[in-house]
């Protein structure tokens, strides 16, 4: 961005100011550069984060950017928290979690998937699922080897691959596929070094889910070629118009090569306690437990008492935060494919559309950038998940609906206002 871009687009002296902001913290980044560490070297800041922060005491803003619910969590998970301080649940928590949110969530799984994981061998809490998935990474893969990963797909997993000292191989999800990853295109780029294997279902940024069938399919082609399996299900529980979640430990073969991973930042609108989890054999969980104990050693405390809470607690809180997903789900739908140009899929997971802009005939980097500063909108540039995600942008709707709605309508005036090639 710079500011001849600005003036392109006519953009008032406000607006200039917050671009000169940005080319400077552009310019700050690049003599630090010059210090970091070679390992470094491939992965760049998440372009969501780096926006949001930058423009965020923009006036009159609205963010359809960040993927966290705008709930706050039920009383009683707030209150299991304050609890914990004070009844003095201030020391070091043991490296696997307290031995009450393990039990808790082996009582879920064996619930919900008949699946039984030992809460003393096989059960790890982490800092969110983001610190599950890099130290599986960190435990499993050797320099050299391959993970295959959805593009578009979840930012932190190339960079985790990476740091892992390994290769990302990028299965493209494509809109004609209904962002799913196709089983033959999955095979092609299996190598003699693949080793693991991401899946995301729901599924950020597409709001694609997998199926009983599709998934069923990808657990034989793991089991086949031996890889191990990383599934992030951290939205298993926000799927619309009757759509099924399935874990995928539970399909033949797959209990003994997969970590399921998980979070209680969507499901119980908790992104600030930064609590997940991951659950798999003790062979692939007493590896991660190692890294976790030298790196981060244990998950604060009364966080850990508040997920507890929240999972021993009644559910209907997630069901009506989900319900009111559903309604800005439909409205999002709804408005943008009367928008000329954009063309949306109706997500089915997640809380994110993700429609195609191709129409517009700009790069999703420039159309997002143009929408913050003409319309005071954020949305992430498909780019950001991934070189199949360009064309596209994301827009979160795990924000109020009255926001959602005007946030729309800007932008239905702005884009009228473009200039079509
Ligand atoms: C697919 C996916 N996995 C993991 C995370 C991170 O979750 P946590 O807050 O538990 O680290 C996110 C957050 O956006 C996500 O979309």
Known sequence: MNLRVVADFGGSLK??????????FEEKNLQ??????????????????RLFSLVQSMPDLISLGLGEPDFTPPTHVLEAAKQALDEGKTHYPPTNGIHELREALAKKFTREYGLFFNPDSEILVTVGATQAVFIALLAFVNPGDEVIIQDPGFVCYE????????????VPTLKSDGFK???????????DKSRAIIINSPNNPTGSVLSYDELSELSKLAVENDLIVVSDEVYEKITYDNVKHHCLATFPG???????????SKTYAMTGFRVGYALGPEELISSMLLVQQFSVACVDGPAQYAATAALDGPQGFVREMVSHFDKRRKLVFKRLNEIAGFNCSLPKGAFYAFPDINDFGISSADFSEFLLKEARVIVTDGASFGKHGEGFVRLSFATAFEKIKEALDRIERTVNKMQRP
């Open 15 to 24: 607006q200039t100011f917050y671009v000169m902001r940005i080319n400077r």
């Open 32 to 49: 630090m550069h010059r210090k970091r560490a070679d390992r470094l070297r491939n992965i760049k800041a998440s372009g969501i984060r």
């Open 159 to 170: 960079p985790a691959v990476l740091l892992a000292g390994a290769t990302p191989i990028s």
């Open 181 to 191: 990853p196709d089983i033959n295109a999955v095979t092609s780029l299996l190598t």
């Open 254 to 264: 797959m209990r003994e090569r997969t970590v399921v991973v998980n979070s209680f």
